[in-house]
């Protein structure tokens, strides 16, 4: 509705777990570097914990990106451990579906389809999203079992689990110990508030800074730092200046935006 009112080419804001959302930033930067060092040398799982809101999924998919290869990125990881083979298995090689497969038969598969792939030098990356919601132990055992299977002397699949930080509290020791790395995603600084918000606009086609040094402390204050919630706030404070007749958001557009983001201060 404000794009062409501010030169944009597109919506700047929007929710998006793709790679070109990705705003390159120090904290988020050093996680990737982390992450990939394990994953790419066979050294075990790992595991990308936080606050919702603080940009983990589109972590995972620039990670998946930047690491190629074939990626199986489960959003709903809360099965039984039988139906999350069943899953992985279909996921990695499609087949006619085949009713009731029993579990050896679902095992020697994706043990199969692994091999097959790392005999072609083809990397094989298994992202389980929102890991703190797994309760069952055997769900969790048996992506541990899957990490066993290692054709060429290092595990056939590379784990990158990613959840809130309950799931420092469920991960079974047999899980935890073999991680390689634990990363917390923190909120952002202000400065990376800063350097992420205009560069979602120049992304988005903004010639110059649309948010002032007080808008921008103001958005990083009323978004604590959280990049979801400042991609709403900056999104509403764009709106009210839009339909102020604004050529950017001053502090009264940020205060708007965040009282109408915010449920407790309406309620106030």
Not at 52 to 70: E, F, M, N
Not at 135 to 152: K, P, V
Request: proline residues 7%; hydrophobic residues 45%; negative net charge.
């Amino acid at each position: 509705m404000y794009e062409s009112h501010f030169g944009l080419s597109r919506h700047p804001f929007g929710e998006t777990i793709h790679p070109s959302a990705y705003v390159p930033l120090p904290s988020r930067d050093a996680v990737l570097r982390r992450l990939r060092y394990g994953l790419e040398r066979g050294r075990g799982p790992a595991l990308v914990f936080g606050p919702a809101g603080s940009g983990k999924t589109l972590l995972a998919a620039t990670l998946a990106r930047d690491v190629g290869g074939r990626v199986v990125h489960l959003s709903f990881p809360a099965l039984p451990a039988a139906d999350l083979l069943a899953l992985l298995a279909q996921e990695l090689s499609p087949a006619p579906t085949v009713l009731h497969e029993s579990l050896p038969s679902l095992l020697r598969r994706v043990r199969e389809t692994l091999a097959s792939a790392a005999a072609r030098e083809e990397r094989c990356l298994l992202i389980v999203d929102e890991a703190h919601l797994i309760d069952d132990l055997a769900t969790f055992e048996t992506l541990r079992l899957l990490l066993n299977f290692a054709s060429t002397g290092t595990p056939d699949l590379s784990l990158l689990l990613v959840g809130g930080p309950e799931v420092l509290l469920r991960l079974p020791h047999g899980l935890s110990d073999r991680l390689s790395a634990r990363c917390l995603l923190g909120p952002f600084t202000e400065e990376e508030t800063d350097t992420y918000l205009n560069g979602r606009l120049a992304a988005s086609g903004a010639s110059s800074p649309l948010f002032g040094a007080e808008a921008i402390a103001n958005l990083h204050r009323a978004a604590d730092g959280l990049p979801r919630r400042l991609n709403r706030l900056a999104d509403l404070a764009l709106l009210v200046a839009y339909a102020d007749g604004l050529p950017c958001p001053d502090a009264r557009s940020i205060a708007i935006a965040a009282r109408e983001w915010d449920p407790d201060q309406i309620a106030a």
